[in-house]
């Protein structure tokens, strides 16, 4: 059995098919077949079931890709930190985040980060959800990915960094512009622009909601805060956001107003990370900064 056989098995197992690994992989499918081949004498076990539209894990197969894929990912991460000190790099660190994280929760964290540590190098890769930033961080040598904390995903743990109060986001002459919060009774059939309903912060304001009894309706659904909130500062709506760090619109002149809800279960912000203690020290640097930057950000 060998680190190679763990790889193209695990590819298998995500791809479903043979063939395509092998063309991935620029090999013939007997090639790849042999890899499952050795891993199925070493288990005595038969790994793979093979299906008219390709293969699928059986419940062994499961077991070794999951353990696999954890495994092989640490061992990825390992061996860039040595490569990085092989070539006397001062390392890097690799963040997977949301479409608006860096915006709202790491400008200056960013800043800060690279003023004290000039040598380090900063990567982002953008995913489109928890479930994504999860995979890549099991997928791949990425350090540490920005989350909507849920539940527990095996393999990971979750590190909460900020509570964020919800607040009704509507234009300056809307009529609750004016209104220093709101209660569930005042939020009764409120027709609101909806984020996707399959992203976390949306399942989880449906759920704050549903603790109090309360039913948005919906006219226009969008895919992040940012196009919620110019919606909203156009006239064009009105949107439930959390209270995202330097977010603007308690100024007098800004077109936007934001009504605090404070009856509504904040949402939990932070990082996720394969192992915490096994973060290199710029990872875990990069994660403090951000972490206290939002606490200086925050009421």
Do not use: K, Y
Request: with cysteine; charged share 25%.
């Amino acid at each position: 059995m060998t680190l190679d056989d763990l790889r193209v098995f695990v590819a298998v197992c995500r791809a479903g098919n043979l063939s395509a690994v092998a063309r991935d992989l620029g090999c013939t499918q007997s090639a790849v077949s042999q890899h499952v081949r050795r891993l199925e004498r070493e288990t005595g076990l038969s790994l793979l079931e093979r299906r008219p539209r390709g293969v699928v894990p059986t419940a062994a197969g499961r077991v070794l890709e999951a353990a696999a894929a954890e495994g092989i990912a640490g061992l990825d991460l390992a061996l860039r930190r040595l490569r990085d000190l092989v070539g006397g790099e001062t390392g890097s660190v690799r963040v997977a985040t949301g479409a608006t994280t860096v915006r709202h929760f790491m400008a200056e964290a960013i800043v800060d980060f690279r003023r004290r540590h000039p040598g380090v190098s900063l990567e982002f890769r953008t995913e489109s959800s928890g479930r994504a930033c999860f995979d890549a961080l099991t997928d791949s040598d990425l350090d540490l990915a920005w989350i909507t904390l849920g539940p527990p995903v095996r393999g990971i743990e979750q590190r909460a960094v900020a509570e964020l109060p919800w607040v009704l986001a509507v234009g300056a002459d809307d009529p609750l512009a004016d209104r220093a919060a709101l209660f569930p009774g005042d939020l009764a059939d409120l027709r609101l622009i909806r984020l996707p309903p399959n992203s976390t912060s949306a399942a989880h304001l449906d759920a704050a909601c549903a603790e109090l009894g309360v039913r948005f309706g919906s006219d226009t659904s969008v895919a992040d805060w940012d196009t919620a909130l110019l919606l909203a500062e156009l006239g064009l709506g009105r949107t439930v956001v959390p209270a995202l760090p330097g977010l603007r619109g308690t100024a007098p002149d800004a077109g936007l107003r934001l009504v605090p809800i404070p009856d509504l279960r904040p949402l939990t912000v932070g990082w996720a990370v394969r192992h915490w203690d096994a973060l290199t020290p710029p990872a875990r640097a990069f994660a403090d900064t951000v972490a206290a930057r939002c606490g200086e950000a925050l009421p």
